[in-house]
């Protein structure tokens, strides 16, 4: 791109295997750093961004972006109230008897991988009423999606095992007979 980007642009795409979008549909997560002393929300902060995405649209012309959502990032402490107020106070009430739980946010570097927020989560769900149910199951699609893709493979493979005992014999040659000279 010309004026080239301040920072390196990141692109995650996904599609409906992930549980994310519809099939059919991609879902692309574009994130990118910028030092923290420009200005807040100015809106020169997305325009890497935005020069990104709509080249990624202009490559692609049978491609409609439908939706697009826009923030910046910034981390905040876990304990986000102050125990001086009553709401404060009913806050942390709520927190100590499990009523409520309160996560770190997501590290503000684009890594696009999971760091604590699994680790988390997944606390949090093994200290819930319904713990015994499975951790992040797979999306019904996904699991159907699989399923129909590993019946393929196998009636692939059987037919694959199925063809030389289908296959016609070819008789043995016979050994030419030795003449005697």
């Not at 902060?45 to 692609?60: G, M």
């Not at 989560?121 to 819930?128: G, N, P, V, W, Y």
């Amino acid at each position: 791109l010309t004026p080239p980007l301040q920072n390196v642009v990141q692109v995650l795409q996904l599609d409906f295997s992930s549980g994310v979008c519809p099939h059919g549909y991609f879902l692309a997560h574009l994130s990118q750093t910028f030092v923290s002393g420009t200005s807040r929300g100015d809106a020169s902060t997305s325009t890497d961004l935005d020069r990104v995405l709509n080249e990624l649209l202009k490559r692609s012309p049978e491609t409609q972006c439908i939706w697009r959502c826009r923030y910046i990032h910034h981390p905040r402490s876990v304990k986000r109230w102050s125990n001086a107020s009553e709401s404060g106070r009913f806050m942390e009430h709520c927190v100590a008897t499990g009523q409520l739980a309160v996560v770190n946010d997501p590290l503000v570097v684009p890594q696009l991988l999971a760091s604590h927020e699994i680790s988390e989560a997944r606390e949090i769900f093994q200290k819930s009423p319904v713990a015994g149910d499975e951790f992040l199951p797979k999306p019904q699609h996904v699991a159907e999606e699989e399923m129909s893709g590993a019946m393929e493979e196998l009636e692939h493979f059987n037919e694959q095992m199925q063809a030389p005992l289908e296959a016609p014999t070819i008789p043995a040659l016979e050994a030419p007979e030795e003449t005697a000279q």
